[in-house]
């Protein structure tokens, strides 16, 4: 059972930028894809990015050019990179890893408002 824990979440002002970490408590290097999710006030989770087991990533069109995603498989984590923030970005984050089958983490919220 892989357990991933999230951090980095916080309260920003728009225009800042966090970054977001999911760490694993096991390897990684063997991930099919992984992703971030957020889910928004009163709205269903929404994919923001994912990154593939051979390094391909793909963004959401509202993040795309702001937000970026990596992993560093040495040391079990996934990053996502979040630039120009704006107030529609705030959400609770989640990582999520097909690792033979769907492990999610627990959320860390993201708060944009000046």
């Known amino acids: 059972q892989v357990r991933l824990v999230e951090s980095g979440g916080g309260v920003v002002p728009p225009g800042q930028s966090l970054r977001l970490a999911c760490t694993a408590s096991e390897s990684i290097s063997n991930a099919t894809w992984m992703a971030w999710y957020r889910q928004p006030p009163g709205k269903p989770r929404e994919v923001v990015a994912v990154?593939?087991?051979?390094?391909?990533?793909n963004y959401d069109n509202a993040v795309r050019g702001r937000f970026a995603i990596s992993r560093d498989n040495a040391e079990n984590v996934l990053y996502l990179q979040m630039n120009s923030l704006k107030p529609e970005d705030t959400a609770v984050y989640y990582c999520?890893?097909?690792?033979?089958?769907?492990?999610w983490g627990q959320g860390t919220q993201v708060t944009v408002s000046s």
């Open positions: 999520n890893i097909q690792l033979g089958k769907d492990y």
């Open positions: 990154i593939t087991s051979r390094g391909g990533k």
